[in-house]
């Protein structure tokens, strides 16, 4: 088979060098590859007009907004990530201080700075504390399981919930005061659902949870954006490495391929692309997302992998974790507000019988984020789990605009209008069948998942009037 597409070929002899996918894992793979003198041949095919993957930094709000990652969790020099990012002089005086590196945090979330009910009001500070002191204590003792031979609960989750209920027995508050602390503590439980990136922490086996490694360093955003990693990554590469928009549609492994350039010399792998382009190589590097390879694993490889491979790609799960951005005309937080927590005063962790996630997906919100502001505008980002949901990211939320688009990483799904039949049930608040809003799509496992197109302003900002008693003004139109 001949290559179609001359814009890949590499004069002269070495291994040419592939690597499908050009998100952080392929670029990192293409920089360290090119440092090799071994191999002086390297494409990098990406399926989209840009590189980075899940790394996006939107500008067109008169300021940064991430899309898609956003701290560096563990700032320090244990970590590449902040090693490459001090390397490229992206971050801020503060997180390069040894002082932030130094700081332990245990990998616990701080405490926000102002805690809303879901019934409106505010919620003590103190309780609050209290119950993060709790669970975060239960939190370290479930660390001290890896290597005992015998375990108290299977999971995480379920030795939390009998934790809390031996402490319960001694809460002696009236009713109302020992509900308001099982929400909030079912706010630490989504909280830490973000953080091990889980649908549920009963998901989650006890056993080995002790082998997750905090690092230390108290958590660095980039003042410029995370993707000037990416872009200081890309410029690195000599400017011939990357394609763009070359989806890759099968890679043939384990063959004899020719192509006419290279007369006699024959590749083992040929990556063959959706628009028919094909791309001999001696090697492939792939670095495309989970649930790409999930759905397309039957296709994906010609012949297929071996079963072992195909079946970890299979059973591997990954948690979702989405943004939502708010803008508002005048914040009505405190100028030192960083970080809102909602407590929905209905939950609990100790409940069993989880509602329709359809019904209840706003409440598996862990809180708001304040962003810095720009000019005359005023943001928040929200950050809310939502279990099995089909797209894990969002590809583009825009505040100013009005458009989120949910992009799954089994391909882009986009949905528009409000369905009837879910209208009422989702959110009564939310624009009615015909206008522009929220939609669900389900997949066959029950997966739901939410795409927004045009946002009207009466659903977010009566979603958040709901959760904090105040009615913000927004400019989503």
């Known amino acids: 088979m001949q290559s179609s597409d001359r814009q890949a070929e590499a004069p002269g002899r070495g291994p040419r060098v592939l690597v499908v996918g050009g998100g952080i894992?392929?670029?990192?793979?293409?920089?360290?590859l090119c440092c090799h003198p071994a191999f002086p041949h390297l494409r990098v095919l990406e399926a989209t007009a840009r590189a980075g993957g899940r790394i996006r930094s939107e500008r067109s709000f008169g300021g940064v907004v991430e899309v898609g990652a956003h701290w560096i969790h563990g700032p320090s020099q244990g970590n590449p990530v902040f090693q490459l990012a001090a390397k490229y002089g992206l971050l801020g005086e503060k997180a390069l201080s040894e002082e932030n590196q130094l700081i332990e945090t245990g990998g616990h979330v701080g405490l926000p700075s102002v805690s809303y009910a879901s019934s409106g009001g505010s919620v003590s500070p103190e309780l609050v504390a209290e119950m993060a002191r709790l669970f975060y204590s239960l939190i370290d003792q479930t660390r001290e399981f890896l290597h005992a031979a015998e375990t108290p609960a299977p999971s995480v989750g379920e030795y939390l919930k009998k934790e809390i209920r031996q402490h319960m027995a001694g809460w002696t508050e009236e009713e109302e005061t020992k509900r308001l602390k099982l929400a909030i503590l079912n706010n630490l439980f989504n909280v830490e659902c973000c953080v091990s990136g889980t649908h549920s922490m009963d998901l989650v086996a006890l056993a080995p949870f002790g082998e997750y490694t905090v690092l230390p360093g108290l958590d660095c955003t980039f003042p410029g954006g995370y993707q000037g990693l990416t872009d200081r990554i890309m410029a690195s590469l000599p400017k011939d490495v990357m394609v763009f928009n070359k989806?890759?549609?099968?890679?043939?492994w384990d063959g004899c391929f020719e192509e006419a350039s290279a007369p006699g010399e024959t590749f083992p792998v040929l990556v063959e692309c959706e628009d028919?382009?094909?791309?001999?190589?001696?090697?492939?590097?792939?670095?495309?997302?989970?649930?790409?390879?999930?759905?397309?694993?039957?296709?994906?490889?010609?012949?297929p992998l071996p079963t072992e491979k195909a079946e970890a790609?299979?059973?591997?799960?990954?948690?979702?974790?989405?943004?939502?951005?708010?803008?508002?005309?005048?914040?009505?937080?405190?100028?030192?507000?960083?970080?809102?927590?909602?407590?929905?005063?209905?939950?609990?962790?100790?409940?069993?019988a989880a509602p329709k996630l359809q019904d209840a997906w706003f409440k598996k919100l862990v809180g708001f984020w304040v962003l810095p502001s720009f000019g005359s505008r005023s943001c928040l980002q929200g950050k809310p789990h939502t279990g099995r949901f089909t797209p894990p990211r969002t590809e583009l939320c825009c505040p100013a605009g009005g458009r989120l688009t949910g992009s799954s990483l089994c391909g882009i799904r986009r949905h528009s209008g409000l369905s009837p039949a879910l209208s009422s049930a989702l959110l009564p608040q939310f624009p009615g069948p015909g206008e522009a809003g929220p939609t669900l799509s389900f997949d066959g496992q029950g997966s739901v998942g939410l795409g927004i197109w045009d946002v009207n302003v009466t659903g977010v900002s009566s979603l958040l009037s709901q959760v904090a008693g105040v009615r913000p003004g927004l400019n989503l139109s």
């Open 25 to 32: 894992a392929g670029l990192g793979a293409a920089q360290r």
């Open 247 to 252: 989806p890759v549609k099968t890679i043939h």
């Open 276 to 303: 028919g382009g094909c791309f001999p190589a001696h090697h492939v590097v792939v670095t495309v997302p989970l649930g790409f390879l999930k759905e397309r694993l039957d296709t994906f490889f010609e012949p």
């Open 313 to 352: 790609i299979r059973k591997i799960g990954f948690g979702t974790n989405n943004k939502i951005f708010l803008e508002f005309e005048e914040p009505f937080w405190q100028p030192d507000c960083q970080h809102i927590q909602v407590v929905w005063r209905d939950t609990s962790p100790l409940e069993d």
